[in-house]
């Protein structure tokens, strides 16, 4: 069983920053594949970027690829999500998962290839 606790949420404007942390219970933290997501009211959850376990492979979705990065401390069993030049269309509940499974560009853009999720942390970005 793995345990995800996501912080770092809040109200921020247009053009600003937030970093997203989501710490997990366990010790075999590094042989998970994580995941961001995100949901915003009346839409489907969808991808937003992925780290491998050794956390030399990320992947982004391409509507944040060069404002955001994920990142992991193995050693602290956090992954991390630096979000910079946030839009108001980022506004969202911001979910981090765990996959047991070997990590692959497949996989890992796909919700229901993950096997644990946190309860999620709003992030509302303001015009």
């Known amino acids: 069983q793995v345990q995800l606790v996501e912080s770092g949420g809040g109200l921020v404007q247009a053009g600003g920053s937030l970093r997203l942390s989501c710490a997990a219970s366990g010790r075999i933290f590094s042989m998970y594949v994580m995941g961001w997501f995100r949901q915003a009211p009346g839409k489907e959850r969808e991808f937003v970027a992925g780290?491998?376990?050794?956390?030399?492979?990320?992947y982004y979705a391409d509507s944040v690829k060069g404002r955001f990065t994920i990142s992991r401390d193995n050693a602290r069993n956090t992954v991390y999500l630096q979000m910079n030049s946030l839009k108001p269309e980022d506004t969202a509940v911001y979910y981090c998962?765990?996959?047991?499974?070997?990590?692959?560009?497949?996989?890992?853009?796909?919700?229901?290839?993950?096997?644990?999720w946190g309860q999620g942390t709003q992030v509302t970005v303001s015009s």
């Open positions: 780290i491998s376990g050794g956390g030399d492979t990320t």
């Open positions: 998962a765990a996959d047991r499974a070997t990590y692959s560009s497949r996989r890992v853009p796909h919700a229901t290839e993950y096997d644990y």
